[in-house]
């Protein structure tokens, strides 16, 4: 039996707050609206019961983030792309940021097992006025548990509307790409965090935003997996290789922290989840 689950979610910034609203169809579920930061700013947590997705199973989510509002949405755990046996396992998101609007995408990692036929696809459509910070962080099987990415295939897709589109394929078998040290040169973990903005990010704030994140990756142990750029005058990107993904997503955190404060002058509230 394969699954096809869809979540409809809405941030809508009435009186002030921003409010969820959300509709489901399969299992994908959010559950209920934290605010840890207060009314501004609505935290919410994306729950997928199976907790793994095979051949065949579709996971569907739409995000829109209305004009002034601002949500931030993580996981409790990683994605799953288990052996597959019936054709591709699919994992999509469609994301619109509104004029004055805020999105921050924080999922836990994906995992790619051994032999799964697996896509991993997020779109995000910004407004002129409109702001996100997103992260994508891959593990390439269970190593220290003895079960490594040795078959099968993980496909990405991320892109930023008419500003950055990255798209990858790794296939277990290929062994210069996964190994080489002009490739992923035998790290586990692949992870990447974005802020974007609609329109030209001001060049004073641009070089602010890259200047520290630089700043942090330099004392940090993975400094020579690392990396920071601004590949299009909206967009900047940071970049770890790294044996396992806690030490990536200790990074990424970090960093998030840094912009979450320089370009949105906001503290690094993190989501309870993570503190768990």
Same mark, same amino acid.
């Given at each position: 039996?394969?699954?096809?689950?869809?979540?409809?979610?809405?941030? $809508?910034?009435?009186?002030?707050?921003?409010?969820?609203?959300?509709?489901?169809?399969?299992?994908?579920?959010?559950?209920?609206?934290?605010?840890?930061?207060?009314?501004?700013?609505?935290?919410?947590?994306?729950?997928?019961?199976?907790?793994?997705?095979?051949?065949?199973?579709?996971?569907?989510?739409?995000?829109?983030?209305?004009?002034?509002?601002?949500?931030?949405?993580?996981?409790?755990?990683?994605?799953?792309?288990?052996?597959?046996?019936?054709?591709?396992?699919?994992?999509?998101?469609?994301?619109?940021?509104?004029?004055?609007?805020?999105?921050?995408?924080?999922?836990?990692?994906?995992?790619?097992?051994?032999?799964?036929?697996?896509?991993?696809?997020?779109?995000?459509?910004?407004?002129?006025?409109?702001?996100?910070?997103?992260?994508?962080?891959?593990?390439?099987?269970?190593?220290?548990?003895?079960?490594?990415?040795?078959?099968?295939?993980?496909?990405?897709?991320?892109? +930023?509307?008419?500003?950055?589109?990255?798209?990858?394929?790794?296939?277990?078998?290929?062994?210069? $790409?996964?190994?080489?040290?002009?490739?992923?040169?035998?790290?586990?973990?692949?992870?990447?965090?974005?802020?974007?903005?609609?329109?030209? +990010?001001?060049?004073?704030?641009?070089?602010?935003?890259?200047?520290?994140?630089?700043?942090?990756?330099?004392?940090?142990?993975?400094?020579?997996?690392?990396?920071?750029?601004?590949?299009?005058?909206?967009?900047?990107?940071?970049?770890?290789?790294?044996?396992?993904?806690?030490?990536?997503?200790?990074?990424?955190?970090?960093?998030?922290?840094?912009?979450?404060?320089?370009?949105?002058?906001?503290?690094?509230?993190?989501?309870?989840?993570?503190?768990?």
């Amino acid at each position: 039996m394969t699954w096809h689950a869809e979540l409809s979610l809405n941030y $809508l910034n009435e009186n002030h707050r921003s409010v969820a609203r959300y509709a489901h169809q399969g299992p994908l579920r959010i559950l209920k609206s934290l605010y840890p930061e207060g009314d501004a700013i609505c935290h919410n947590v994306l729950v997928h019961p199976p907790g793994g997705l095979v051949g065949g199973d579709t996971l569907d989510m739409t995000v829109t983030v209305g004009s002034g509002a601002h949500g931030l949405v993580t996981t409790p755990g990683a994605t799953r792309f288990y052996k597959s046996e019936a054709g591709l396992a699919t994992q999509q998101l469609q994301a619109r940021v509104e004029d004055g609007a805020r999105l921050e995408w924080l999922p836990l990692e994906s995992i790619a097992y051994n032999q799964c036929d697996a896509l991993n696809r997020a779109v995000f459509d910004l407004s002129p006025n409109g702001e996100m910070m997103a992260w994508d962080i891959t593990a390439l099987g269970l190593p220290s548990a003895g079960m490594p990415f040795v078959q099968g295939t993980f496909r990405q897709h991320l892109e +930023i509307k008419g500003a950055w589109l990255e798209r990858g394929t790794l296939d277990a078998t290929d062994t210069r $790409l996964l190994n080489s040290p002009l490739g992923l040169a035998g790290q586990k973990c692949m992870a990447t965090l974005v802020f974007a903005s609609g329109s030209a +990010i001001a060049p004073a704030r641009l070089e602010r935003g890259l200047a520290s994140a630089r700043e942090r990756m330099e004392a940090h142990s993975l400094r020579l997996q690392a990396g920071i750029t601004s590949p299009h005058p909206q967009v900047m990107a940071a970049r770890v290789l790294a044996p396992v993904t806690e030490h990536a997503m200790q990074l990424l955190k970090h960093i998030w922290a840094i912009w979450r404060q320089d370009m949105w002058q906001l503290g690094s509230t993190p989501p309870r989840l993570w503190n768990l």
